[in-house]
Protein backbone atom coordinates (compact mmCIF):
# COMPACT_ATOMS: atom_id res chain seq x y z
CA UNK A 1 0.00 0.00 0.00
CA UNK A 2 1.50 3.33 -1.21
CA UNK A 3 0.49 7.12 0.40
CA UNK A 4 -1.72 7.28 -3.03
CA UNK A 5 -4.11 4.76 -1.83
CA UNK A 6 -5.43 7.19 0.49
CA UNK A 7 -7.73 9.74 0.00
CA UNK A 8 -8.45 12.25 2.76
CA UNK A 9 -11.42 14.02 3.05
CA UNK A 10 -13.54 16.05 5.90
CA UNK A 11 -15.11 13.52 8.32
CA UNK A 12 -18.50 15.13 8.06
CA UNK A 13 -18.58 13.47 3.64
CA UNK A 14 -17.59 10.27 5.53
CA UNK A 15 -20.30 6.76 5.87
CA UNK A 16 -20.50 5.20 8.61
CA UNK A 17 -17.88 2.51 9.29
CA UNK A 18 -16.57 0.33 12.07
CA UNK A 19 -12.70 1.63 11.41
CA UNK A 20 -12.12 5.35 11.51
CA UNK A 21 -9.03 7.15 10.65
CA UNK A 22 -7.43 9.85 12.26
CA UNK A 23 -4.15 12.31 11.27
CA UNK A 24 -2.41 13.46 14.18
CA UNK A 25 0.15 16.03 14.05
CA UNK A 26 2.72 17.19 16.87
CA UNK A 27 4.62 20.57 15.99
CA UNK A 28 7.69 21.35 18.94
CA UNK A 29 9.66 24.61 18.75
CA UNK A 30 12.19 24.68 21.63
CA UNK A 31 12.45 28.48 22.64
CA UNK A 32 15.50 30.48 23.91
CA UNK A 33 17.99 28.08 22.92
CA UNK A 34 20.98 28.78 21.31
CA UNK A 35 22.94 25.21 22.38
CA UNK A 36 22.14 22.20 20.95
CA UNK A 37 18.94 20.43 21.49
CA UNK A 38 17.20 17.28 21.55
CA UNK A 39 13.51 16.62 21.19
CA UNK A 40 11.92 13.67 21.71
CA UNK A 41 7.93 12.51 20.97
CA UNK A 42 6.16 9.43 21.65
CA UNK A 43 4.68 7.97 18.15
CA UNK A 44 1.86 6.17 17.39
CA UNK A 45 1.90 2.74 18.40
CA UNK A 46 3.83 0.41 16.54
CA UNK A 47 2.00 -2.61 16.87
CA UNK A 48 -1.22 -3.75 15.66
CA UNK A 49 -3.75 -4.38 18.32
CA UNK A 50 -7.79 -5.18 17.63
CA UNK A 51 -8.43 -1.42 18.31
CA UNK A 52 -5.30 0.12 16.41
CA UNK A 53 -3.93 0.11 13.10
CA UNK A 54 -0.88 2.62 12.89
CA UNK A 55 -0.75 3.66 9.19
CA UNK A 56 2.15 5.63 9.50
CA UNK A 57 4.50 8.17 11.37
CA UNK A 58 6.17 10.59 9.50
CA UNK A 59 8.53 12.96 10.77
CA UNK A 60 10.48 16.34 9.70
CA UNK A 61 13.27 18.17 11.60
CA UNK A 62 14.29 21.51 9.77
CA UNK A 63 17.59 22.61 10.72
CA UNK A 64 18.59 19.11 12.30
CA UNK A 65 18.17 15.41 12.18
CA UNK A 66 16.00 12.79 13.18
CA UNK A 67 15.01 9.01 13.31
CA UNK A 68 12.60 6.46 15.19
CA UNK A 69 14.19 4.34 17.78
CA UNK A 70 11.77 1.11 18.60
CA UNK A 71 11.01 -1.08 21.73
CA UNK A 72 8.61 -4.08 20.12
CA UNK A 73 7.22 -5.10 23.46
CA UNK A 74 6.00 -1.88 24.25
CA UNK A 75 4.88 -0.74 21.12
CA UNK A 76 7.25 2.00 21.52
CA UNK A 77 8.31 4.23 18.95
CA UNK A 78 10.74 7.29 19.61
CA UNK A 79 10.90 10.19 17.52
CA UNK A 80 14.73 11.46 18.16
CA UNK A 81 15.40 14.79 16.53
CA UNK A 82 19.24 16.62 17.00
CA UNK A 83 19.86 19.84 16.14
CA UNK A 84 23.27 21.76 16.34
CA UNK A 85 24.20 25.07 18.22
CA UNK A 86 22.84 27.90 16.70
CA UNK A 87 19.49 26.46 15.17
CA UNK A 88 16.06 27.02 15.04
CA UNK A 89 14.62 23.58 17.01
CA UNK A 90 11.39 22.03 14.93
CA UNK A 91 10.22 19.17 15.21
CA UNK A 92 7.12 18.23 13.68
CA UNK A 93 5.19 14.26 13.84
CA UNK A 94 2.60 13.25 11.59
CA UNK A 95 0.98 9.98 12.76
CA UNK A 96 -1.73 8.87 10.40
CA UNK A 97 -4.08 5.91 12.53
CA UNK A 98 -7.10 3.73 12.27
CA UNK A 99 -9.35 2.39 15.11
CA UNK A 100 -12.07 0.67 16.45
CA UNK A 101 -13.87 0.77 19.17
CA UNK A 102 -13.20 -2.59 21.49
CA UNK A 103 -14.79 -4.20 23.72
CA UNK A 104 -14.69 -8.03 25.37
CA UNK A 105 -17.86 -10.35 26.00
CA UNK A 106 -17.07 -11.38 29.21
CA UNK A 107 -19.95 -13.54 30.04
CA UNK A 108 -18.27 -16.70 27.92
CA UNK A 109 -14.69 -17.41 27.65
CA UNK A 110 -13.74 -16.51 23.69
CA UNK A 111 -12.10 -18.68 21.73
CA UNK A 112 -8.61 -16.91 21.03
CA UNK A 113 -5.07 -17.86 21.45
CA UNK A 114 -3.34 -16.28 24.82
CA UNK A 115 -0.51 -13.75 24.65
CA UNK A 116 3.10 -15.16 24.47
CA UNK A 117 4.60 -16.55 28.16
CA UNK A 118 6.95 -13.92 26.82
CA UNK A 119 4.56 -11.45 26.34
CA UNK A 120 3.00 -12.15 29.81
CA UNK A 121 6.20 -12.17 31.57
CA UNK A 122 7.20 -8.63 30.52
CA UNK A 123 3.53 -7.64 31.55
CA UNK A 124 4.10 -9.10 34.91
CA UNK A 125 7.53 -7.24 35.63
CA UNK A 126 7.85 -4.51 38.72
CA UNK A 127 8.80 -1.04 37.49
CA UNK A 128 10.12 2.00 39.44
CA UNK A 129 6.80 3.19 40.04
CA UNK A 130 5.24 0.21 39.65
CA UNK A 131 6.35 -1.80 42.12
CA UNK A 132 4.44 -5.63 42.93
CA UNK A 133 6.15 -6.13 46.52
CA UNK A 134 5.61 -4.48 49.84
CA UNK A 135 2.31 -2.31 50.16
CA UNK A 136 1.55 -2.88 46.65
CA UNK A 137 1.62 -6.98 47.03
CA UNK A 138 -0.34 -6.97 50.52
CA UNK A 139 -3.07 -4.43 49.10
CA UNK A 140 -3.73 -6.30 46.20
CA UNK A 141 -3.91 -9.50 48.30
CA UNK A 142 -6.83 -8.01 50.82
CA UNK A 143 -8.76 -6.89 47.69
CA UNK A 144 -8.50 -9.78 45.71
CA UNK A 145 -9.30 -12.26 48.93
CA UNK A 146 -11.76 -14.30 48.32
CA UNK A 147 -11.74 -14.17 44.07
CA UNK A 148 -11.90 -17.62 42.49
CA UNK A 149 -11.16 -16.22 39.00
CA UNK A 150 -8.81 -14.03 36.71
CA UNK A 151 -12.05 -11.94 35.91
CA UNK A 152 -13.32 -11.74 39.69
CA UNK A 153 -9.69 -10.23 40.65
CA UNK A 154 -9.60 -8.04 38.13
CA UNK A 155 -12.72 -6.59 38.91
CA UNK A 156 -12.21 -6.53 42.52
CA UNK A 157 -9.13 -4.05 41.88
CA UNK A 158 -11.48 -1.57 39.66
CA UNK A 159 -14.13 -1.01 41.72
CA UNK A 160 -11.55 -0.69 44.60
CA UNK A 161 -10.20 2.04 42.40
CA UNK A 162 -13.27 3.74 41.12
CA UNK A 163 -14.50 3.25 44.97
CA UNK A 164 -11.45 4.79 46.69
CA UNK A 165 -9.72 7.08 44.77
CA UNK A 166 -10.64 10.62 43.04
CA UNK A 167 -9.86 12.77 40.29
CA UNK A 168 -7.39 15.57 41.83
CA UNK A 169 -8.12 18.43 39.10
CA UNK A 170 -4.88 20.19 41.14
CA UNK A 171 -2.42 17.34 39.55
CA UNK A 172 -0.01 18.90 36.92
CA UNK A 173 -0.36 17.06 33.32
CA UNK A 174 -1.61 13.41 33.92
CA UNK A 175 0.47 12.47 37.24
CA UNK A 176 3.32 10.69 38.21
CA UNK A 177 2.28 6.97 38.68
CA UNK A 178 3.70 7.03 41.89
CA UNK A 179 1.41 4.26 43.27
CA UNK A 180 3.51 2.97 46.36
CA UNK A 181 3.40 6.87 47.25
CA UNK A 182 -0.72 6.93 46.81
CA UNK A 183 -0.67 3.59 49.06
CA UNK A 184 1.59 4.43 52.03
CA UNK A 185 0.80 7.88 52.08
CA UNK A 186 -3.87 6.86 51.28
CA UNK A 187 -3.24 10.08 49.13
CA UNK A 188 -5.21 8.58 46.71
CA UNK A 189 -5.99 11.46 44.39
CA UNK A 190 -4.98 11.59 40.72
CA UNK A 191 -5.27 11.74 37.13
CA UNK A 192 -4.99 8.97 34.66
CA UNK A 193 -1.52 8.21 35.13
CA UNK A 194 -2.02 7.59 38.58
CA UNK A 195 -5.19 6.19 38.78
CA UNK A 196 -4.97 3.72 36.10
CA UNK A 197 -1.18 2.78 36.87
CA UNK A 198 -2.92 1.89 40.16
CA UNK A 199 -4.77 -0.52 38.26
CA UNK A 200 -1.85 -2.14 36.26
CA UNK A 201 0.29 -1.88 39.81
CA UNK A 202 -2.19 -4.24 41.50
CA UNK A 203 -3.04 -6.41 38.94
CA UNK A 204 0.38 -7.36 38.49
CA UNK A 205 1.21 -8.17 41.95
CA UNK A 206 -2.28 -10.15 42.43
CA UNK A 207 -0.77 -12.10 38.83
CA UNK A 208 -2.52 -10.32 36.26
CA UNK A 209 -0.54 -9.54 33.42
CA UNK A 210 -1.36 -5.66 32.84
CA UNK A 211 -0.16 -2.50 31.09
CA UNK A 212 -0.48 1.08 31.00
CA UNK A 213 -1.44 2.29 27.81
CA UNK A 214 -0.52 5.82 26.89
CA UNK A 215 -1.89 8.29 24.32
CA UNK A 216 -4.17 11.18 23.79
CA UNK A 217 -7.94 11.91 22.91
CA UNK A 218 -8.66 12.71 19.16
CA UNK A 219 -12.32 13.13 18.93
CA UNK A 220 -15.52 14.02 20.69
CA UNK A 221 -17.56 10.99 22.14
CA UNK A 222 -20.35 9.58 20.40
CA UNK A 223 -22.04 8.26 23.92
CA UNK A 224 -22.91 11.34 25.65
CA UNK A 225 -19.69 11.98 28.01
CA UNK A 226 -18.38 15.67 27.15
CA UNK A 227 -15.76 15.19 29.89
CA UNK A 228 -14.49 11.55 27.87
CA UNK A 229 -13.21 13.16 24.31
CA UNK A 230 -11.72 16.32 22.69
CA UNK A 231 -13.47 19.33 22.50
CA UNK A 232 -12.00 20.62 18.98
CA UNK A 233 -8.98 19.85 16.87
CA UNK A 234 -6.32 21.19 18.98
CA UNK A 235 -6.00 18.15 21.48
CA UNK A 236 -2.50 19.50 22.76
CA UNK A 237 -4.00 19.14 26.62
CA UNK A 238 -5.68 16.07 25.42
CA UNK A 239 -3.43 13.35 26.58
CA UNK A 240 -4.94 10.08 28.12
CA UNK A 241 -3.71 6.95 29.62
CA UNK A 242 -5.84 3.85 29.91
CA UNK A 243 -5.05 0.21 30.88
CA UNK A 244 -5.81 -3.49 30.10
CA UNK A 245 -5.48 -6.85 31.95
CA UNK A 246 -5.09 -9.55 29.98
CA UNK A 247 -7.89 -12.36 31.71
CA UNK A 248 -7.71 -16.45 31.29
CA UNK A 249 -10.13 -17.23 28.46
CA UNK A 250 -9.97 -13.38 27.25
CA UNK A 251 -6.84 -12.12 26.48
CA UNK A 252 -6.02 -8.26 26.58
CA UNK A 253 -9.39 -6.65 28.28
CA UNK A 254 -9.59 -2.93 28.32
CA UNK A 255 -10.50 -0.93 31.64
CA UNK A 256 -10.32 2.29 32.26
CA UNK A 257 -11.18 3.20 36.00
CA UNK A 258 -9.39 7.05 35.92
CA UNK A 259 -12.83 7.95 33.33
CA UNK A 260 -15.24 6.44 35.77
CA UNK A 261 -13.66 9.34 38.07
CA UNK A 262 -13.23 11.68 35.48
CA UNK A 263 -17.35 11.59 34.77
CA UNK A 264 -18.01 11.99 38.18
CA UNK A 265 -16.41 14.81 39.02
CA UNK A 266 -16.67 16.76 35.50
CA UNK A 267 -19.29 16.00 33.98
CA UNK A 268 -21.87 18.61 33.49
CA UNK A 269 -23.14 19.83 36.38
CA UNK A 270 -20.35 18.46 38.11
CA UNK A 271 -19.31 16.19 41.05
CA UNK A 272 -21.70 13.50 40.34
CA UNK A 273 -22.15 10.52 42.74
CA UNK A 274 -21.23 7.13 42.10
CA UNK A 275 -24.92 6.07 41.84
CA UNK A 276 -25.66 9.24 39.54
CA UNK A 277 -26.71 6.83 36.37
CA UNK A 278 -24.32 8.81 34.38
CA UNK A 279 -21.34 7.53 36.62
CA UNK A 280 -22.78 4.19 36.91
CA UNK A 281 -23.46 3.71 33.32
CA UNK A 282 -19.70 4.65 32.62
CA UNK A 283 -18.52 2.26 36.10
CA UNK A 284 -20.38 -0.49 34.00
CA UNK A 285 -18.78 0.02 30.39
CA UNK A 286 -15.09 1.07 31.07
CA UNK A 287 -14.29 -2.36 32.50
CA UNK A 288 -14.51 -4.75 29.25
CA UNK A 289 -14.71 -1.74 26.87
CA UNK A 290 -13.08 1.59 25.41
CA UNK A 291 -14.56 3.76 23.16
CA UNK A 292 -11.92 4.73 20.23
CA UNK A 293 -12.43 8.22 20.35
CA UNK A 294 -8.16 8.08 21.41
CA UNK A 295 -5.28 6.50 20.01
CA UNK A 296 -2.77 5.07 22.01
CA UNK A 297 1.43 5.79 21.81
CA UNK A 298 2.95 3.05 23.90
CA UNK A 299 3.06 0.28 26.73
CA UNK A 300 6.43 1.53 28.33
CA UNK A 301 7.27 2.25 31.75
CA UNK A 302 11.14 2.97 32.73
CA UNK A 303 11.87 4.92 29.47
CA UNK A 304 15.44 5.76 28.08
CA UNK A 305 15.45 8.78 26.04
CA UNK A 306 17.90 7.91 22.96
CA UNK A 307 20.78 9.88 23.62
CA UNK A 308 19.84 11.28 27.07
CA UNK A 309 22.38 11.87 29.52
CA UNK A 310 19.65 12.49 32.43
CA UNK A 311 17.25 9.58 34.35
CA UNK A 312 14.57 7.31 32.30
CA UNK A 313 11.16 8.76 32.10
CA UNK A 314 8.62 6.95 34.48
CA UNK A 315 6.24 7.06 30.51
CA UNK A 316 6.49 8.60 27.36
CA UNK A 317 3.43 10.15 26.59
CA UNK A 318 4.18 14.15 26.35
CA UNK A 319 6.62 15.85 23.81
CA UNK A 320 10.15 15.91 25.77
CA UNK A 321 13.36 18.25 25.41
CA UNK A 322 16.86 19.08 26.46
CA UNK A 323 19.62 21.51 25.72
CA UNK A 324 22.89 22.49 27.48
CA UNK A 325 20.47 23.78 30.53
CA UNK A 326 19.04 20.16 31.39
CA UNK A 327 15.94 18.56 30.26
CA UNK A 328 12.92 21.34 29.98
CA UNK A 329 9.73 20.85 31.90
CA UNK A 330 7.15 19.60 29.18
CA UNK A 331 4.58 21.41 30.76
CA UNK A 332 6.04 24.69 30.42
CA UNK A 333 4.96 26.99 28.04
CA UNK A 334 7.33 29.56 28.45
CA UNK A 335 10.69 27.34 27.13
CA UNK A 336 8.76 23.97 25.66
CA UNK A 337 6.20 25.18 23.24
CA UNK A 338 4.09 22.52 21.40
CA UNK A 339 0.50 22.15 19.42
CA UNK A 340 -0.94 18.78 18.70
CA UNK A 341 -3.68 18.74 16.64
CA UNK A 342 -6.15 15.70 15.40
CA UNK A 343 -8.84 15.34 12.34
CA UNK A 344 -10.64 13.00 11.20
CA UNK A 345 -10.18 11.29 7.65
CA UNK A 346 -11.29 8.93 4.71
CA UNK A 347 -9.67 6.56 4.08
CA UNK A 348 -9.59 4.48 0.60
CA UNK A 349 -7.84 1.17 -0.20
Given at each position: MTRRDFLFASAAAAPATVWRTFEVKTSVE???????????LPAALIRETP????????FVAKGGSAKMRRHEADGLGVVTAEFPAGSRPVL???????????????????????????????????????????????????????????????????????????????????????????????????????????????????????RDVYGIRVAKSSLGYKSLGASSEVITKAQHC????????????????ADVRKVALEEPPGNRPLNDEMVTRARTRLFGSWEMNWIAYNFAHDVALPGSAHSPLGFLMYPQAENAAGRLDCLDPDNFRYTITARELLFKV
Open positions: LLHSAAPARIWYQRTLSNETLTSRVSTKDYTVDLTAPAKQLAASSAELQHFLRPTKLLPTTGIVQSMAAEITAGAKSDVDKARAIYNWIVDNTFRDPKTRGCGTGNIKFMLESRDLGGKCADLNALFVGLARAAGLPARAEVHLAGYGWVPVDP
